[in-house]
């Protein structure tokens, strides 16, 4: 392929007065009197279209007049100094052509004009030619290489962990079922129920909710390794910040205690935003000037910030004490609600928060027990203007301790015997977080629904395309 | 965390006589009668384990003397030059701390001893603790941080296409349907038959076979995109090449044709190669000595190598002439199986062959009908030792010629609705191909089956973990 992305173009690898030919599709044509059009065009390397100049010496001049928003065309031209505003640099075409017209441009469903966000939701297929999916998708694309590379350039290792799982007992969430048994026709065992010895795995099995338990094992072999993959929720929410299927991206640590943890999650939100903001100028200040006036400057305040710990029981006095009414009352032992986080978040310290240290009742049966045997090593990030973004926790790794602890959830050993088999043979404290990928890149972009960050969002009732 | 890596240590990161802390778990214990202790210390960071010499004046140089294969420990010590064989660099202990003991010696699972590979298998959740396993993941971990790099520095954008779809309409293999209806109790439709309506999604939903067609709508839009994601066959298939849940790469280019994506494949294909043969030849090496001989030289000849770019139809007369009886007859219009493209990758070339222009009866409906109307522009990358590691293909653009192909196959327009407005709104040239990652990693490492690459392999009857 020889022809220049546009994002070369625009950022002057090419010299002035250099021929190059550039691919991509109208965003929008300009006819002026003095007999030539004006073509944004776009090719999604960069935010910004490059101005192709057509006079109407061009063969097809003619056809040119008929270009509209969402035609694709290559077009070579001479590399100018631009005379307009908005852009440093255009080309002068000398040959046009129109690889793919536009069907009925009045009902093409992306003509340029503003689109609902809902109504874009309604064209997934095509809304990626938009602005602002368009600029979702290099944020969100930013974001991931960077998180692959800051685990990378700290020695970490990307471990799959499965998809599919047998194992229904992490109690993180409803799950969905996957079988190849014909629902017309179940088999049963002898009681009448379905026999899942003859599904495709021979047991029931469903789609995971965290590869925590799975990655596990590999920390307790390579020491530093993280997951980045999907994970599933049946659960029946239709929220701004629910999918059912969504991204996770989860870091699990060898002879890395909660504060160990915690500095990471600190240190990985840091690297990453400053990659967008160094990497993505353009499509973060469209996001300022169109989605939320403060996109770049609480990512900049991220990333200078120091994050402030803090005790859950701390945190629970400083509600109380606080002098303000909130819709779910406080007290030691609730779990923190949205409202609550952002509180303290946005208003008590102003600054993204590490909040550690939470009753163990409203925790995860691995989660390490703290002396107090009342908390459990666990902390979450609130950060200002999204409330929690990061969850993570030590991890038991006492087996006495453990066995109580199951025992006490009604949990069968059994059960967890490969899990257990970790603090029999070599144990070592380790810990970990989630962060789920959505919500960042949400948080980034300052897009308002989770649906509009993932390229074909799932959610209860909706599985199209 | 102020311990240091082993790999960091092994490197010369630390000067000699300066004080470090190292923390993983024993592989060997080795006592001389001089009353000293050598320990070989591991913690995945690389494959050799760094050895720490126990002197018998420690405190606890009883608990030393009781360390097991599988131990963990942290060491705080000196740095020495070694006087011993094998390693430049070793640790002289001042203290030695046993974190985790391994419970019954004698019935550790990961005992100091050759496993065979079928037994690592049966214990997936301690096996990255072996040099084999943890070597795999090593290099499972290069060749991915490579692959998102290769395309990143190109400027692809990686995009995640959805894992659940009600799309059941592409024919690339058998699937897994995912639902959370009441298998005891389904609901009914007036004629009796399930009421998916009434699942989770509205709708029948089953998991994907490939990303392509959801990424094409972003290649229509943002040009140069690729996904990196599992994918999911449901087939009975008990072969050393086959898993129900295994992850693919699919780049998908607009204009680009298939001479275009034959040498990003590839560019690629050498590019990843080069990265694992660069960054970890202490692993290379195992593999060489205990796997597969040739596993570095063919990944090296691989990347010195001109890919041979070959016509099916030429293949077939080669194929015909060579004078050789295959188990599967030849003709035009068979597909190929192993043994052709072994034997042409590895007797009649002797180098990577790119064959392209396959007969359309034996390939996907959406591949690009080449003038002949008897062939598609189809491309594999087939490997000397291993066959086919690439498919890909030119996408039919042309909207009259895929709507009758479509009726061709009996496939209709309805189902692919919003495919075909990809044609239908300023539809351009594009190309791309699926790399299976697995079989990438069993390549590159000369493992037999992609049971031992994947961390926790799905296959028929076997999702445990």
């Given amino acids: ?14 010299e002035i007065s250099t021929t190059v030919t550039v691919k991509g599709w109208v965003r929008t044509r300009r ?27 061009l063969d097809n001049y003619a056809d040119v007049q008929r270009l509209t928003a969402g035609c694709a065309v290559t077009a070579t031209g001479t590399v100018k100094a631009s005379e307009g505003k908005g852009q440093a640099l255009e080309i002068e075409a000398t040959a046009i052509e129109v690889n793919g017209w536009v069907e009925n441009p009045d009902t093409y469903p992306m003509a340029a ?41 700290r020695g970490y290792f990307w471990i799959s962990t499965p998809i599919l799982t047998a194992s229904d007992t992490e109690g993180a969430g409803e799950m969905f079922r996957v079988s190849t ?19 495709f795995f021979g047991k029931e099995t469903y789609l995971t909710v965290s590869g925590q338990l799975n990655v596990e094992t590999y920390a307790c072999a390579l020491s530093k390794v993280y997951t980045f993959g999907p994970t599933f929720r049946a659960e029946n ?6 999918l059912a299927e969504f991204w996770m991206i989860e870091p699990e640590v060898a002879f890395a205690d909660l504060s160990d943890i915690a500095q990471l999650a600190e240190d990985m939100l840091k690297y990453v935003c400053k990659a967008v903001l160094e990497e993505l100028p353009d499509d973060m200040a469209f996001f300022a000037q169109r989605i939320n006036k403060d996109a770049i400057s609480r990512l900049e305040q991220l990333v200078d910030s120091e994050f402030v710990r803090m005790d859950y029981t701390d945190a629970i006095e400083i509600l109380q004490n606080c002098g303000k009414t909130f819709e779910f009352p406080v007290e030691w032992g609730v779990d923190l609600s949205s409202e609550h986080e952002r509180y303290l978040a946005e208003e008590h310290v102003g600054a993204p928060i590490i909040m550690q240290n939470y009753p163990k009742d409203i925790k995860a049966f691995y989660m390490r027990i703290n002396d107090d045997n009342k908390t459990v090593a666990a ?12 969850g993570g926790s030590q991890r038991e790794e006492r087996l006495d301790v453990f066995d109580r602890r199951l025992a006490e959830m009604g949990l069968s050993q059994e059960d967890y015997s490969w899990y257990r088999d970790l603090r029999r043979y070599g144990t070592v404290p380790h810990s970990g977080f989630g962060l789920g990928f959505e919500r960042l890149v949400a948080y980034v972009t300052g897009m308002q629904n989770v649906r509009d960050v993932i390229p074909f969002p ?7 395309y």
């Fill in 458 to 464: 799932r959610t209860p009732g909706n599985a199209q």
């Fill in 113 to 153: 004009k503003r689109h609902s966000i809902e109504y874009l939701r309604e064209h997934a297929h095509l809304r990626p030619r938009t602005n602002v999916i368009g600029a979702v998708a290099r944020v969100r694309n930013c974001l991931s290489q960077a998180i692959h590379r800051f685990f990378h350039e």
């Fill in 237 to 242: 929410s239709n929220t701004s910040r629910h």
């Fill in 31 to 57: 006819d002026s009197k003095a007999g030539l059009s004006f073509i944004a065009l776009h090719d999604g390397s960069c935010f910004d279209p490059v101005q192709v100049i057509a006079l109407n010496n």
């Fill in 379 to 390: 902390m979450d990030v609130l950060a200002p203007g999204i409330g929690e973004i990061i």
């Fill in 181 to 199: 048994l014909d629902m017309m026709n179940l088999p049963r065992d002898d009681k009448g129920n379905v026999d899942y010895s003859e599904d």
């Fill in 1 to 14: 392929m020889s022809h220049a992305p546009v994002v070369d173009v625009l950022k002057g690898q090419y």
